[in-house]
T-cell receptor
């Protein structure tokens, strides 16, 4: 596709429910990143995929958070038993794979985000 | 742990002014630095990317510089316009995954 897309754009849920957020990266981008932005805070890294493996999960805040990716395509971020502190905008980005290519490190392109509100 | 700081947190200027946004980072072991703009309720738009081996990048009225050794970057906006009003974010890429570490942003308002 032309850019990174995410769905839904907005999600309101009740505390304790599970939610799934979806990201469609730019076609051909093997690297995929999830970030979140809580109100008044900077963006925080959550997880990185290269293909369908996740070599860096260091940003996941708890075991209630998980993510998977199908091949070099769609990724789903799942939050189980949501809490109010999970309320945030969840952003997905994609890029060509990390590492030098022609002396350059790659730019990340971001989707519009999913605004999650946990009541 | 890498920390990215942006100063000022907010800036309000009259249309036509030239302005400078500042970004500093604590760990100079970065791969690149990106400047983004974020409009309310929207995602991030990439403005400029500076590789760690580069000193500056220019795009239209925007110029970004990087001094990796001192841990600083500046974004210069020439002849500001009301359409430039947005939050500007600075981020550095590091680690094997090249994950981005972000500052909290500078909220810019350009008044007509």
């Amino acid at each position: 596709g032309a850019g990174v897309s995410q769905s839904p754009s907005n999600k309101v849920t009740e505390k304790g429910k599970d939610v799934e957020l979806r990201c469609d990266p730019i076609s051909g981008h093997t690297a995929l990143y999830w970030y979140r932005q809580r109100l008044g805070q900077g963006l925080e890294f959550l997880i990185y995929f290269q293909g369908n493996s996740a070599p860096d999960k260091s940003g996941l805040p708890s075991d209630r958070f998980s993510a998977e990716r199908t091949g070099e395509s769609v990724s789903t971020l799942t939050i189980q038993r949501t809490q109010q502190e999970d309320s945030a905008v969840y952003l997905c980005a994609s890029s060509d794979p990390p590492g030098l290519a022609g002396g350059l490190f790659h730019e990340q392109f971001f989707g519009p985000g999913t605004r999650l509100t946990v009541l | 742990k890498q920390e990215v700081t942006q100063i000022p947190a907010a800036l309000s200027v009259p249309e036509g002014e030239n302005l400078v946004l500042n970004c500093s980072f604590t760990d100079s072991a970065i791969y690149n630095l990106q400047w983004f703009r974020q409009d309310p309720g929207k995602g991030l738009t990439s403005l400029l990317l500076i590789q760690s081996s580069q000193r500056e990048q220019t795009s239209g009225r925007l110029n970004a510089s990087l001094d990796k050794s001192s841990g600083r970057s500046t974004l210069y906006i020439a002849a500001s316009q009301p359409g430039d009003s947005a939050t500007y974010l600075c981020a550095v890429a590091q680690g094997g995954s090249e994950k981005l570490v972000f500052g909290k942003g500078t909220k810019l308002t350009v008044n007509p």
